[in-house]
């Protein structure tokens, strides 16, 4: 019994990834399932929990449609509005999901001078000043920088920034669930049980798919490997977040990760911008 035990387990873990990969679906996405999907799927906060390691691949598809609208929006309209109609599709995609932990985050920290004050914050609805404000940044910051990528570099390498920079930005925030602590247990739709944190494991599976698209850039475009370099700069501002939020609150709270995925993925775009601002374009294979 033991040994049968031990050869049927990994098949039954198979079997179960799916039913993971669209848990993820469901928590970071407003695309629904048909229904008799979602039944199969279900709910529990384990299966939540292990669905962090799909977060990048998530990311990864969100990242596809910013890339697809970006390059029907360049192909019939202007650049500039190329990059507004990619960023409204990964909203409408997604639900402000992210933003709105960016613009909780930035009213907690703001404005909470005690760890108290800031969890309790955050968890009002209401934006503040404070969110207002961060949030209204860092959507021009995106706009600004994907502005800069479209006037130095084609439009598929364009989109090739942009499925990259969503996949590594669920990374940044799979690693902050990692090596931080939750610092409340609430009902919260941004948080719920995913306060338990990920295995090693599970980090290594979300590192493995986000370097999925950096391959492909590599093996697309002449130098294209050196995009992967805003890995760096990406772990950098994630590890500054996280010691933040570790120095503030003592770890993380679902309105964090939000935060750090807003931050990376425009760390992310500012490299990109810089890489082709000195390289002019990376030429096609």
């Not at 990834?17 to 999907?37: D, I, K």
């Not at 050196?226 to 890995?231: E, Q, R, V």
Request: with cysteine; glycine share 12%.
């Amino acid at each position: 019994m033991m040994g049968e035990k031990i050869v049927r387990a990994p098949f039954r873990d198979w079997r179960q990834e799916p039913r993971l990969l669209l848990t993820a679906w469901v928590f970071f996405t407003r695309v629904p399932l048909p229904a008799a999907l979602a039944a199969w799927v279900g709910y529990s906060p384990a299966m939540l929990r292990g669905s962090a390691r799909y977060f990048p691949l998530v990311g990864m598809a969100v990242g596809a449609l910013a890339a697809a609208t970006y390059l029907a929006g360049a192909w019939l309209f202007s650049p500039a509005v190329a990059v507004v109609l990619s960023m409204i599709a990964t909203i409408l995609m997604t639900g402000a999901f992210h933003e709105d932990g960016l613009a909780d985050s930035c009213d907690g920290f703001g404005g909470g001078y005690t760890r108290e004050r800031v969890l309790e914050i955050m968890q009002d609805s209401r934006v503040g000043a404070f969110g207002a404000i961060g949030i209204t940044l860092m959507l021009l910051l995106k706009y600004a920088t994907l502005i800069s990528l479209a006037e130095t570099g084609e439009a598929g390498l364009v989109a090739w920034v942009l499925v990259t920079g969503h996949t590594l930005s669920r990374a940044a925030a799979v690693g902050l669930m990692r090596f931080l602590d939750y610092v409340r247990v609430d009902t919260g739709p941004k948080a719920k049980p995913l306060a338990d944190g990920i295995s090693s494991g599970a980090f290594a599976v979300a590192l493995a798919i986000t370097a999925l698209p950096f391959a492909l850039v590599a093996r697309l475009f002449e130098n294209g490997w050196l995009l992967a370099l805003g890995c760096l700069p990406v772990g950098l501002a994630a590890w500054a977040a996280g010691a933040y939020f570790r120095r503030r609150i003592g770890g993380y709270t679902g309105d964090c990760l939000g935060a750090a995925q807003q931050v990376a993925e425009a760390v992310f775009y500012l490299f990109a911008a810089g890489l082709l601002l000195g390289f002019e374009t990376l030429p096609a294979n």
